[in-house]
């Protein structure tokens, strides 16, 4: 409420309306020049609820939103990325892929429950055509050399490793995806009899012997006391 006093009158008149609000405010003598209070007011009783100021409902409104922000931060953040997936997951993820679009390019489209050892070996010699590993023919001038001095017309096939790791990453997905190990068609004996054939043929094709690992010799030297323990029980 803002009130102009102007006269005597005015502050007379304005005196008696704060008495009926039961508070008093000392009028000052007017100065030589005009002055203007300012003045707010407000009624109240007993049962009214205390006044906020404008500054104090200003304050209030600041610390709320400053409550709510971290909430709605919270509530905004995305999830956490998963982590990058391994080289070999990578990889075992593209050969399922890939063998599942096999299955299904065939006529009629072959399932995963139907699946068996005989389609996994054809999937297997359907992958020779992609194959960068050069395999002399018996008739080849260059069969058995390490190391040929002149490129002949023999095929390219997929080498021996690179199918040995092919199925062992498939037999590991087959079983994630919920194939049981009894009748996982990786795991098969005919799978194991074709890859030996592969790895002798290309051994004596390219003149390159396959050998096995030897174990190194710390594993030697750990085995050698267990052994002793047993031949002495």
């Known amino acids: 409420m803002t009130c102009l006093l102007n006269g005597p009158q ?30 707010s007011c407000q009624k109240y009783t007993n049962n009214s609820p205390p006044i906020i100021m404008s500054s104090e409902r200003l304050n209030d409104s600041a610390e709320g939103s400053s409550r709510s922000t971290p909430q709605k931060q919270q509530q905004q953040q995305p999830p956490a990325a998963p982590p990058p997936l391994s080289r070999y997951e990578s990889q075992k993820r593209r050969d399922w892929n890939t063998f599942g679009q096999y299955l299904r390019n065939q ?87 074709y890859l030996r054939e592969v790895k002798e043929c290309q051994s004596k094709a390219r003149g390159i012997p396959y050998k096995k690992k030897k174990k190194k010799r710390n594993q030697i030297k750990a085995e050698d006391p267990a052994k002793s323990s047993k031949q002495a029980a």
């Open 10 to 39: 005015d502050r007379c008149d304005f005196h008696l309306f704060l008495s009926n609000l039961h508070c008093t405010i000392p009028i000052l003598a007017p100065p030589s020049f005009p002055f203007f209070p300012v003045i």
């Open 107 to 193: 006529t009629p489209p072959v399932s995963l429950s139907q699946c068996n050892c005989n389609h996994v070996l054809d999937f297997l010699r359907y992958l020779d055509q992609f194959g960068k590993t050069k395999v002399h023919l018996h008739g080849c001038v260059f069969f058995g050399q390490p190391d040929p001095p002149a490129p002949c017309t023999c095929p390219l096939r997929q080498a021996w490793g690179s199918l040995d790791a092919l199925i062992g990453r498939l037999r590991a997905a087959y079983e994630e995806h919920g194939g049981s190990p009894e009748t996982n068609p990786f795991g098969n004996g005919a799978i194991r009899v």
